[in-house]
């Protein structure tokens, strides 16, 4: 989200989420996922790669009616990031970026039951806030380091199995 996802399309996301039940309405889970971002071709002369990978505190709330279960909770975690960059020049240039700091934001996702599952999908939004961050400028012309965004913002739809 914002001016900065210009340059990117959607990328390969893979998570779990996994926890248990506190109580009929309430749930204690752990949450881990992996962002690949996926740049857009032919924005400019820069090829390059970005990984995020989370590790979230997700609680729960689940209620429902008769045939659907809702559940919604917010997160908080703890993100690392590295990326790179390089200019298709004759100079060479490149660059390397890492980071780390805080993710948080919401879960909400609707599931039909299935026996004893529940079949569904979720909607995850989480918002990465830098706490540290460096770049490691490796080109001999053009400098590639700017600075890191403070925040940087996912939306997720996943399938997803209630068990």
């Given at each position: 989200m914002g001016t900065g996802a210009d340059a990117f399309s959607a990328g390969f996301h893979l998570g779990g989420l996994l926890g248990g039940h506190i109580g009929p309405v309430f749930s204690l889970n752990g949450e881990m996922s992996l962002d690949i971002m996926s740049p857009k071709t032919g924005r400019s002369s820069a090829d390059g790669s970005q990984v995020f990978f989370d590790f979230d505190l997700s609680p729960l709330f689940h209620f429902g009616i008769p045939h659907l279960e809702f559940v919604i909770g917010p997160?908080?975690?703890?993100?690392?990031?590295?990326g790179s960059s390089r200019a298709s020049d004759e100079y060479g240039s490149s660059a390397s970026y890492?980071?780390?700091?805080?993710a948080y934001g919401f879960?909400?996702?609707?599931?039909?039951?299935?026996?004893?599952?529940?079949?569904g999908g979720l909607f995850n939004l989480?918002?990465?806030?830098?706490?540290?961050?460096?770049?490691?400028?490796?080109?001999?012309?053009?400098?590639?380091?700017?600075?890191?965004?403070?925040?940087?913002?996912f939306i997720n739809f996943s399938i997803a199995l209630l068990i």
């Amino acid at each position: 989200m914002g001016t900065g996802a210009d340059a990117f399309s959607a990328g390969f996301h893979l998570g779990g989420l996994l926890g248990g039940h506190i109580g009929p309405v309430f749930s204690l889970n752990g949450e881990m996922s992996l962002d690949i971002m996926s740049p857009k071709t032919g924005r400019s002369s820069a090829d390059g790669s970005q990984v995020f990978f989370d590790f979230d505190l997700s609680p729960l709330f689940h209620f429902g009616i008769p045939h659907l279960e809702f559940v919604i909770g917010p997160k908080l975690g703890i993100f690392a990031y590295a990326g790179s960059s390089r200019a298709s020049d004759e100079y060479g240039s490149s660059a390397s970026y890492s980071g780390d700091g805080i993710a948080y934001g919401f879960t909400a996702g609707v599931f039909l039951p299935l026996g004893r599952v529940g079949l569904g999908g979720l909607f995850n939004l989480t918002v990465h806030s830098f706490s540290e961050s460096s770049c490691d400028d490796n080109s001999s012309y053009y400098p590639m380091c700017g600075s890191l965004p403070s925040d940087v913002t996912f939306i997720n739809f996943s399938i997803a199995l209630l068990i």
